[in-house]
């Protein structure tokens, strides 16, 4: 862990992912997996479990191709797969991929998360999430107080990460440089990559993995929330 590379003193904005970052993936996946295969069986289908499956991995693919409208794109692909309506479609993605995890969050957030929120607000910086997934909600939930939440679906971005898109925009609206903003995340392919093709700087949250281009990284809130009390 090092964040020599991070001018601390001179970031006025902190963008956080949210999914991976502020709280762990596989709790959630587990949940998920275990109430979609009991609804698989007692409704004597996979179909919904198939289109769930097919709705993330359709979402990384368009991430790397930097589709734009993807959500329309992928709606168009996977109603046409399994033959949804459109509004059997939008209820089944609200229910099982938005609303459900929602009430887990708050449960395994992981520990001194709103700490640090509080602390870059008594710094005056500016603090944002950014997700490829809604974000508002989430905040929300998590107990989480952002000046900026948006997601790649919004009619401003409409682009998937590592597309610059939602991080340049969020800059433009909190009225910062790049060279005055962090971006935190847990993927350095998307986060990371968003991030150096915005010009910002990167932390990553989690191990490393011998990746040269991920100059810094923290596994604990802690240890970053000890980093920033030594400069403020």
């Known amino acids: 862990m090092s964040f020599d590379a991070i001018p601390f003193e001179k970031i006025k904005l ?38 769930i499956r097919d709705y993330r991995r359709l979402r990384e693919k368009y991430g790397e191709r930097e589709t734009q ?28 991929f938005f609303n459900k995890p929602l009430p887990w969050l708050l449960k395994i957030r992981f520990p ?20 490829d997934y809604p974000a508002k909600e989430k905040i929300k939930v998590l107990r ?13 971005i409409q682009t998937l990460k590592p597309h610059p898109k939602g991080l340049q925009y969020i800059m433009g609206k909190a009225g910062v440089t790049p060279e005055e903003t962090l971006m935190i995340g847990d993927r350095d392919d998307r986060d990371g990559e968003m991030a150096r093709r915005a010009g910002t700087y990167f932390l ?29």
């Open 69 to 96: 409208n993807f959500e329309a794109e992928i709606k168009e692909t996977l109603c046409k797969k399994y033959g949804f309506s459109s509004a059997e479609y939008d209820a089944l993605i609200l229910e099982w």
């Open 144 to 156: 989480l107080e952002a000046d900026h939440a948006h997601w790649a679906g919004d009619p401003e």
């Open 112 to 131: 001194q998360v709103s700490e640090v929120f509080s602390f870059l607000k008594a710094q005056n910086i500016h603090v944002a999430v950014l997700s």
């Open 14 to 51: 902190v963008v956080f992912d949210i999914d991976g970052t502020l709280y762990p993936q596989f709790p959630i996946r587990q949940k998920m997996i275990i109430r979609l295969l009991w609804h698989s069986l007692t409704h004597f289908s996979f179909k919904v479990g198939f289109l």
């Open 204 to 232: 990553l949250r989690g191990k490393l993995k011998e990746n040269p281009k991920a100059l810094s990284s923290f596994t604990h809130w802690g240890h970053f929330l000890n980093a920033l009390k030594k400069v403020f």
